[in-house]
Every structure is written in C-alpha cells, then in structure tokens.
C-alpha cells in the first residue's frame, strides 16, 4: 500500500462513528506487536520514543534520529503511522513543515501538532505550513492539532470548555483535520466540546476516563493511550530487575512474557 493510500485509510479510521483506538508505539517491535493485536494504525507516544533513543521528551530528539524511528516502524508494519511531533521542534512554521515533509517521506500519514503554551495563532500558521507541506508531498496529512488547554491548565476550569472549543474552531480554520485535548475526561466537558467542534475529538486515557463505548457515545472518535502503554512496559522491566538486582529472585521475568517464538514470528525472516 502506498504513502498515499495510508493516508486515505487514515482519515476514514476517523469517520463519524468510529473511534479509532490507539494504543501507542515507541518503537518497531512495539509497533508491530501494536498491529497484531488488532490496532487500525499506529500512533507514536514522543516519550516513548524519545526515551528509547537516548532522549528526554520535549523537543530534545534530533531530527535525523526522529526521522530514522519513524523509518523503522514503517518498515515492519502495514498500517498508516502517525507521528507525535511535540510542538514541530521549532517556532517557525516552515522549519516545522521541513520536517514534516522528512517524515512523509519516511512514510508516515500524520502527525500530533502541540500549542503548549504558546499563543494559538503560532500553532495555526504551523498547521497551514504542514498541511501544505503534504499537498507538495502528494499526501493528504492528517494534522490532529493537540491542544494543552486541559493538560496545562492553561485558562481557569470555569472557562476550560470554552477555550478548547475556540481553540479548536481556529486550528480547524487553519487546516487540522482533528483535534486532540489530552486531560479531557468530565463526561458532560466531552459532550460540550464534540458537540461544538465540526473535526474528530481525540482523547488521551486517563485513569477514572470513561470506556470505550461511552466515549464513543459521548461523540469521542479517537482515543490515545499516550506514554501509557511505554510506562507500563517499563513498569514491568523495573519491577523484574529490581527483583533480580535486590533478591536475586526471578519470578517476574515469567509472569506475563511475550513467548520469544511469537514476537520473533511478527518480523522478515530476512535482511530486507
């Protein structure tokens, strides 16, 4: 399947009606072990995937070892990918729209765009940037612009509701094809929001977050599992090294495996 045709599937995963669940990747091996569990596509977690690099989250991961992962998932999985860019790792939009394009060509079909604490007219020249970085690329990007209203507290929670939603009416005016409020989890805030915004409302998961199926009544059409999934795996390395390094006891290792012969089965047998 071509760039193209990934990035097509892409945004039918988002159509009303569906919510596409992502349970995110930070690396080829988990990626692939993502899609045989049944994920629709892969999402990237930037932690993650900075921390399997050698590198703190927060725009500290060089472009060409961003570029170089994103390759590798690519590389093993046949699903569309999208990539957690942070915040584009510059203030100028066309610096972010360089390296957009770097990741279409590695193969990847969209992209998380942050505003952080950064003024919202920054993140929507961003988002115009790149989306026509992927019209030059042939590739119809889709943009989720992230949004840190809720998980910045970036406006007093009287007014959380309303800022998201003019945030999100002006990140759509620019370009964004969804829109992503990670910290977002009060049933009647959710409705308000998806209600009110014309793009796919992404959530990120939270401990007390509603399931699957209530999201997806509330009008919820994407959910993300953001570091979780990361977290939790090396929840469970630390949790055996620590049993082995300080009881030089074992049991951990076996409680819950991936069996070596299934997780080697998901790769080429070859060096292509």
């Not at 199926?213 to 795996?233: D, P, Q």
């Amino acid at each position: 399947m071509s760039t193209r045709e990934r990035a097509a599937t892409f945004h039918r995963l988002h159509a009303p009606g569906e919510l596409l669940v992502l349970p995110n990747a930070w690396d080829a091996a988990s990626a692939r072990l993502m899609e045989s569990l049944g994920a629709a596509a892969i999402a990237t977690t930037s932690s993650g995937l900075c921390w399997a690099h050698g590198y703190a989250d927060g725009t500290a991961i060089p472009l060409g070892v961003l570029v170089g992962a994103v390759t590798e998932i690519v590389r093993v999985t046949s699903l569309p990918v999208s990539v957690d860019v942070e915040g584009g790792y510059s203030a100028e939009p066309e610096s972010v729209a360089a390296m957009v394009s770097a990741l279409i060509d590695a193969g990847a079909v969209g992209i998380n765009l942050e505003d952080g604490k950064a003024p919202p007219e920054l993140l929507a020249a961003k988002i115009a940037a790149v989306k026509q970085a992927g019209e030059r690329s042939g590739v119809d990007l889709f943009v989720n612009a992230r949004t840190d209203v809720y998980l910045r507290r970036l406006v007093p929670p009287e007014r959380a509701v309303e800022e998201t939603v003019a945030r999100g009416k002006r990140y759509a005016e620019a370009g964004c094809d969804g829109l992503f409020v990670p910290g977002l989890g009060e049933t009647a805030a959710i409705r308000s929001v998806a209600g009110a915004i014309q793009l796919p409302l992404n959530l990120m998961v939270l401990p007390k977050l509603s399931p699957v199926a209530e999201l997806r009544a509330c009008g919820v059409r994407r959910l993300s599992a953001g570091a979780a999934v990361c977290a939790a795996a090396l929840g469970a390395a630390r949790r055996a090294a620590k049993q082995l390094l300080a009881e030089g006891r074992y049991e951990s290792f076996f409680s819950e495996p991936v069996a070596y012969a299934e997780m080697n089965a998901l790769f080429p047998q070859s060096g292509k």
